[in-house]
């Protein structure tokens, strides 16, 4: 081991170091440096950051010196490359940016008819002319039909007689219906009920009642003739093999017209009666009606328990709506294929394009007064029996079909139609 001792002209000599220093240098050999000598100054180690740097530099130099030197100049490329790259690169340049992906888009809300009337709270009631009375031709008259669902005969007769009692004077039918009377067959309060109903209704008479016994309070169709009116041949209660003890039909048969008085099973809560309904009621009830059109012009009026078309419904896009009795796609796809058996939306005829026509308000949602409602009522007709100009000679027509909301303060509304028989 060897210690370097500088030593220069100009600074003092060095003092003795301590006795501790010189045990621990032991025999270590000390070699005097001048430093005003040129050996001297390049003997003296750098700091170790210069020593590293020095290194880099020379591994630089080194690699610089023994890479081959190019001795010509590469040729340049042909022009007409040069062009092509040129253009290439200015098109580059001129390219639109992709767009920048967009976060995912909200799904907009489905919209009916009547969501544009949210806001107001109220769907505005349409004012529907009637259809003016025109001449008949020789031979034919007007058989008037009115039909209305009670939703229960007694009580209706003890806090809304005065509506029915103003209905039929409006109107004078011919036939009128009372759908869902719920009156039991032989009960004391059955008569006392059919008494006060003529009461109430002194030009009329029962021609035909219906009565459930599948259970009590449930169901019922009656019919009532006026006095004076048109009489049928035959007039006589009429059931459905899949639901022969609810009490559900009346049919009326004429000269040249059979009218069928109806009231429809609901699907019910839950839909615990759905398949029910579309794989047996509704088949039957066609069958039904096209057995019987294909002897006369067939009538088929009340309360049918769909909603058809979308202005059938106040709220047709709420996501429960498919899944609610009366307006599932399936009931109403069945009703459309009732209509392609040959038979005609009265009122949808006469009024093609109207909104707000409803027949059914729920009671429990208070929704009468701010008219959300749906069209479960009906009139259909045979197809041969709509006619747009003058009134035929040779078979019945429709002339009128029509609602009575203003009679109803909910639930559901009297409905009717005119023909020529």
């Given at each position: 081991q060897t210690v370097v001792s500088v030593k220069t002209n100009s600074c003092p000599a060095a003092p003795s170091m301590p006795p501790k220093f010189d045990k621990k240098l032991g025999g270590a050999k000390v070699k005097e440096l001048n430093l005003e000598e040129p050996e001297a100054a390049e003997a003296t180690p750098a700091p170790k950051g210069k020593r590293r740097a020095a290194a880099k530099k020379e591994g630089a130099d080194a690699a610089e010196?023994?890479?081959?030197?190019?001795?010509?100049?590469?040729?340049?490329?042909?022009?007409?490359?040069?062009?092509?790259k040129a253009a290439?690169?200015?098109?580059?340049?001129?390219?639109?940016?992709?767009?920048?992906k967009k976060g995912r888009a909200k799904k907009p809300k489905p919209e009916g008819p009547y969501t544009c009337f949210k806001e107001q709270g109220s769907i505005p009631e349409p004012e529907l002319l009637r259809r003016p009375e025109v001449d008949l031709p020789e031979g034919r008259r007007r058989l008037r039909l009115l039909s209305w669902n009670v939703g229960g005969l007694r009580a209706f007769l003890k806090g809304r007689i005065a509506d029915l009692q103003a209905a039929v004077k409006q109107e004078t039918p011919d036939i009128l219906g009372i759908l869902e009377h719920k009156l039991q067959e032989g009960a004391s309060d059955t008569d006392s009920a059919l008494e006060a109903l003529l009461e109430a209704l002194p030009e009329y008479e029962v021609a035909a009642v219906s009565y459930s016994t599948a259970k009590k309070g449930y169901s019922g169709v009656l019919m009532l003739l006026r006095k004076s009116g048109a009489k049928p041949l035959k007039v006589a209660p009429e059931n459905l093999s899949c639901a022969a003890d609810e009490g559900r039909m009346v049919l009326a048969e004429f000269e040249n017209l059979f009218v069928v008085l109806c009231y429809v099973p609901n699907s019910g809560e839950g839909l615990k009666r759905h398949d029910e309904r579309l794989q047996k009621w509704d088949p039957q009830l066609r069958d039904f009606l096209k057995g019987k059109a294909a002897e006369k012009a067939v009538v088929l009026i009340g309360d049918l328990n769909v909603a058809h078309q979308d202005r059938?419904?106040?709220?047709?896009?709420?996501?429960?709506?498919?899944?609610?009795?009366?307006?599932?796609?399936?009931?109403?796809?069945?009703?459309?294929?009732?209509?392609?058996?040959?038979?005609?939306?009265?009122?949808?005829?006469?009024?093609?394009?109207?909104l707000g026509a409803f027949t059914y308000w729920s009671v429990r949602a208070g929704n009468r007064k701010s008219n959300r409602g749906l069209r479960l009522d009906y009139v259909l007709v045979s197809e041969n029996m709509v006619c747009d100009g003058d009134v035929p000679e040779d078979r019945p027509t429709l002339l009128d079909a029509f609602h009575l909301p203003k009679l109803a303060p909910g639930d559901h509304c009297a409905v009717g139609a005119v023909l020529s028989v």
């Open positions: 010196n023994s890479a081959p030197k190019e001795e010509e100049t590469p040729n340049k490329r042909p022009a007409s490359k040069r062009k092509a290439a690169g200015e098109e580059a340049g001129n390219a639109e940016e992709p767009p920048a059938d419904i106040w709220n047709v896009e709420a996501p429960h709506i498919p899944k609610s009795a009366g307006t599932t796609p399936q009931e109403r796809e069945s009703f459309s294929q009732l209509l392609e058996n040959g038979f005609k939306d009265g009122f949808s005829h006469r009024h093609p394009e109207v």
